[in-house]
């Protein structure tokens, strides 16, 4: 069951950018929502979060200063911008809705089924 919906992703060259959407159910607007990354072969990873009310986790070093999460609260929409990406932002970028906001995956109770960047040199 997806109960939520990203979109956004595409092919760039390296020093592009792109802005994922994540289309959530009205019920969750009150939640916590966060955007996590998983490359091929390699661990889920957190990348950003943010509450209903706008507060932030602190970005993860890889993402500090290229990409910001943001919430169109009466929309029901998650964004987040990605600028000057890299080869290693490649992956499946995924959002999740839970409770409280936190940096780890199992705080999160609902997630996406993804959607693709792919970053080429």
């Known amino acids: 069951q997806v109960q939520l919906v990203e979109s956004g992703g595409g092919l760039v060259q390296t020093g592009g950018s792109l802005r994922l959407a994540c289309v959530y159910p009205?019920?969750?607007?009150?939640?916590?929502t966060a955007w996590f990354r998983q490359a091929p072969g390699k661990d889920r990873e957190f990348v950003a979060a943010i509450s209903w009310s706008g507060d932030r986790t602190p970005y993860p070093d890889f993402v500090q200063g290229r990409f910001t999460i943001s919430r169109e609260y009466a929309e029901n929409t998650m964004y987040l911008q990605m600028n000057d990406l890299k080869p290693e932002d490649t992956g499946v970028y995924y959002c999740?809705?839970?409770?409280?906001?936190?940096?780890?995956?199992?705080?999160?109770?609902?997630w996406g089924q993804g959607t693709q960047v792919t970053v080429a040199s």
């Open positions: 009205g019920r969750f607007r009150t939640y916590a």
């Open positions: 999740a809705a839970g409770l409280t906001v936190a940096t780890l995956s199992p705080s999160y109770s609902h």
